[in-house]
């Protein structure tokens, strides 16, 4: 069983700044891709950054030179660094994993998890 578990999130006013993190935890051989998603009320969840294992990032237009997206790949960890922060970057945010994890008789599987999620909300 994996688990991913986020922090950080809570109430800032625009132009201010937040970092979440996500840590991922259980049997896990490896990880992939790792991401952050939001969705805000009425609205559909969306991709807001990924970074591969490698390091290589991609961002909403929306965010790009706002958020930075980081991993430690010792603590199985993704941290969001999110600056300049606006009213419309008010969502639920989560976390976003591809591991490979291994069953209790040895067989590995590839699986897509997900974070409960953190609020984030921006008061103007």
């Known amino acids: 069983q994996v688990q991913l578990v986020e922090s950080g999130g809570g109430l800032v006013q625009a132009g201010g700044s937040l970092r979440l993190s996500c840590a991922a935890s259980g049997s896990i051989f490896s990880i992939n891709a790792m991401g952050w998603y939001r969705q805000a009320p009425g609205k559909q969840r969306e991709l807001v950054a990924a970074?591969?294992?490698?390091?290589?990032?991609n961002y909403a237009d929306s965010v790009k030179g706002r958020f930075t997206i980081s991993r430690d790949n010792a603590k199985n960890t993704v941290y969001l660094q999110m600056n300049s922060l606006k009213p419309e970057d008010t969502a639920v945010y989560y976390c976003?994993?591809?591991?490979?994890?291994?069953?209790?008789?040895?067989?590995?599987?590839?699986?897509?998890?997900w974070g409960k999620g953190t609020l984030v909300t921006v008061s103007s």
């Open positions: 976003n994993a591809a591991v490979v994890a291994v069953k209790e008789d040895g067989v590995y599987y590839g699986m897509d998890y």
């Open positions: 970074i591969t294992s490698g390091g290589s990032t």
